[in-house]
């Protein structure tokens, strides 16, 4: 029971790391990004490149978000500022064609198989040798943790922040006031895919990659923001680790053949139960 | 529209009018060649396993005709084949089937790669009635159907791994064992599952967990704190490489002990190269392995197999490109035998095929699947920092001792 519990969180934190990069361009640009998890495995081929350069691949957090703002910005200047004035279902299937494109330029040059980088950290054993926690993992929350917190305070102090934050509320406003939103864009572009980068190396130590499965990474932060809502980071920490919880006990209680199918029963029942009380709110106004 | 468009168009033209000539000229036999169609994953998911099928057809198509080629009626023949990409894709796969069949007048199927796509491209060969000898398609549900123009190297799925609860039983003095499973939820791991599920009832043995993977997951923390909670004789994982690469990656950091360790994919997944020490005392199954004692006049022992694909493809032959390479043996032999290029005659032939390859006898039952060759079992070892694969089981083939229990996390180094 600890052991789900701990595994859990620390596995919703990472999903957490990556809704927050969707719920900040899905509210500033109003994008859905189809290829959120595919830019995720894309940062995590990085820092797997860089260990079997022979670097150790936690360095992979350091860099891979470098490289990733960089393929961010590349792809607003590319496709993204076409679509994002348009209709949000243009802007979901132009990411879904990068998508696509990414997967299989993935597989074209790091090859169709599943990869794991090792980072050697050992494991933390608690209560007798009867919950184990790898290093792997631990390092990986401290590290979403760290890089959060570090957002927040960028995102409230700095001017681009600012700008940021003065676009999702209102762009034509903003754009009236001076703030140049098309480079806002771009930089927010390029900060979703920065976290997607560390994300994916994190993913390189923890778990495996593969061209192919970036969906359900996209899958799972989607649902985190709908159930957190836009830019409501706290919200999205927690329902984050909320929604790694629930998969591990879903796992371990009902068999590991329910886990996303437990999964989606919760996304249902929330949007019910959302609408639910929405419908009393209109009530009262009547 | 300019000059140069127009020039362009025309080229085009040309060029397309040019091949469409050309590939209708192919025929089941194109002056000195027997021409065979594959639709092989090039690209997609199943893309490094496509190629090793691939390289493995070709090493033999290479080897045979460099030998003399096939000799029908008295003339040689040399093999050939026409491959398309079917990018992993099983619609794909029956369409290209089709397209061999139709346009390129192919009258013998090779194989595609993986049982899923083989299970798509059977209905199509079965309907135009062409011989299809494949070799990475070994799902159960694929001989159980009645197809009359299939034949498989290969063992089917479900003796994977019944031979390594065998084992269990036997080193657990004769006496059942509890057995904790999860297996991906696909058509080939099910059938694996189904070995088990017999091999336990034979035994008398007890499943106490049995989960199954979702395809798309790659995290099984779950079932493995369910297994050290209940503390099974044996685990038994099988989900292709990401399962294997999963499963020793979290079993080692969860430190989960279990006295004996069974898989699935462990060399395609390179796990002794990928997961090194970690790896350690995992038991394998495999369809071949280069140690075997089987001989054949093309290409020797599997050790020289081994030797000569290694000089010509630069890597180590996988067991998938093993079993590619048997099968055109095997067509060879039947064309031989069928002394015609016959279809019906070729498919009596390919039916009583009774062979020694150096991948091991072939034999086909009533299903088309091979009966004449057991599945093996290595385990991983390790001497240093360099791990390799040793054969344990069948004790016939065994290089090595099984080793048995697998020592705790806490007494390993």
């Known amino acids: 029971m600890v052991q789900a519990s701990l595994d859990g969180i620390l596995l919703g934190i990472l999903f957490a790391l990556i809704a927050y990069g969707m719920a900040l361009q899905w509210g500033v640009m109003n994008i859905i990004n189809i290829a959120q998890g595919d830019l995720v495995i894309l940062g995590g081929y990085i820092a797997y490149t860089m260990y079997l350069a022979g670097i150790h691949p936690a360095w992979g957090v350091i ?19 076409k679509v994002v004035d348009r209709d949000l279902f243009i802007s979901i299937l132009a990411t879904f064609g990068i998508a696509i494109i990414f997967q299989q330029l993935m597989n074209f040059i790091f090859g169709a198989d599943v990869v794991v980088a090792q980072s050697e950290y050992g494991t933390t054993m608690l209560f007798d040798n009867s919950v184990t926690l790898p290093n792997s993992k631990i390092f990986s929350a401290v590290v979403s943790i760290l890089y959060a917190i570090a957002l927040v305070i960028y995102m409230k102090k700095s001017r681009l922040g600012r700008a940021i934050r003065a676009t999702a509320q209102n762009a034509r406003a903003a754009k009236i006031l001076g703030v140049d939103t098309e480079k806002v864009y771009a930089a927010t572009f390029g900060i979703n895919a920065a976290l997607c980068g560390i994300a994916g190396a994190l993913i390189a ?39 790694g919880l629930f998969e591990e006990f879903a796992d371990y209680i009902l068999g590991t053949e329910f886990r996303i199918g437990a999964v989606f029963m919760l996304l249902v ?16 106004l009547k | 529209m300019n000059k140069l468009t127009k020039l362009f168009i025309t080229l085009i033209s040309a060029i397309t009018l040019m091949l469409s000539s050309i590939s209708t000229s192919f025929a089941k036999v194109d002056g000195e060649y027997i021409v065979l169609g594959a639709a092989i994953s090039l690209t997609g998911k199943y893309s490094s396993n496509g190629v090793h099928t691939q390289n493995g057809y070709n090493m033999a198509v290479d080897r045979i005709n460099k030998m003399g080629g096939v000799e029908v009626q008295g003339k040689k023949y040399k093999f050939e084949i026409i491959y398309y990409d079917d990018e992993s894709n099983p619609k794909r796969a029956a369409q290209l089937a089709e397209r061999l069949i139709n346009q390129d007048g192919v009258k013998y199927m090779l194989g595609p790669y993986s ?12 309907k135009y009635k062409i011989p299809m000898v494949e070799a990475n398609g070994a799902s159960r549900s694929l001989f159980t159907k009645g197809y009359k123009y299939l ?29 904790a499973q999860a297996f991906e939820q696909d058509a080939f791991s099910q059938d694996v599952r189904l070995g088990i599920l017999d091999a336990a009832k034979r035994t008398g043995s007890e499943i106490i967990i049995d989960d199954k993977l979702p395809k798309e997951l790659n ?5 493995l704190a369910k297994v050290k909670a209940t503390k099974p004789d044996v685990l038994v994982v099988s989900g292709h490489t990401k399962g294997a690469l999963t499963a020793i990656r979290q079993i080692a950091e969860m430190k989960v002990d279990v006295p004996m360790l069974a898989m699935t994919h462990c060399d395609a997944a390179k796990l002794s190269k990928q997961h090194g020490k970690k790896s350690e005392y995992a038991l394998c199954a495999s369809q071949w392995h280069k ?48 002394n015609s290029f016959d279809g019906d005659k070729v498919r009596d032939a390919l039916k009583v095929t009774e062979m020694q390859t150096f991948y091991g006898n072939i034999k086909f039952g009533p299903g088309g699947q091979n009966t004449a060759k057991p599945m093996i079992l290595f385990q991983v070892r390790c001497k ?25 996390w806490s007494e390993r180094s």
């Open chain 1, 63 to 81: 860099v891979s978000p470098i490289i990733m703002f960089f393929v961010g910005w590349a792809l607003y200047k590319l496709v993204i500022n």
């Open chain 1, 205 to 243: 130590i923890t778990l495996t990659l593969h061209p192919y499965v970036g969906l359900p990474y996209t899958v799972r932060s989607f649902m985190i923001v709908i159930v957190a809502g836009l830019g409501n980071l706290p919200a999205v920490a927690i329902s984050g680790m909320g929604l």
């Open chain 1, 269 to 284: 029942f929330i949007l019910v139960y959302r609408r639910f009380k929405l419908s009393k709110k209109r009530e009262y």
């Open chain 2, 115 to 126: 049982s899923g796509l083989t299970k798509a491209i059977a209905p199509v060969t079965e």
């Open chain 2, 151 to 179: 034949f498989a190297v290969l063992s089917p799925a479900n003796q994977y791994l019944e031979v390594a609860i065998d084992l269990a039983v036997e080193k657990n003095g004769g006496k059942p064992v509890r057995i």
């Open chain 2, 219 to 223: 995290d099984m923390a779950a079932t």
């Open chain 2, 291 to 338: 140690n075997l004692s089987y001989k054949d006049k093309f290409f020797g022992t599997g050790k020289k197999y081994d030797r000569d694909f290694k000089k010509e493809f630069g890597y180590a032959p996988p067991y998938q490109s093993a079993e590619s390479s048997a099968a055109l043996l095997v067509f060879k032999d039947a064309f031989e035998r069928a």
């Open chain 2, 384 to 408: 240093g920092d360099t791990c390799e694969n040793k054969v344990v089981a069948p004790t016939k083939w065994a290089s090595d001792k099984f080793f048995h229990p697998i020592p705790k």
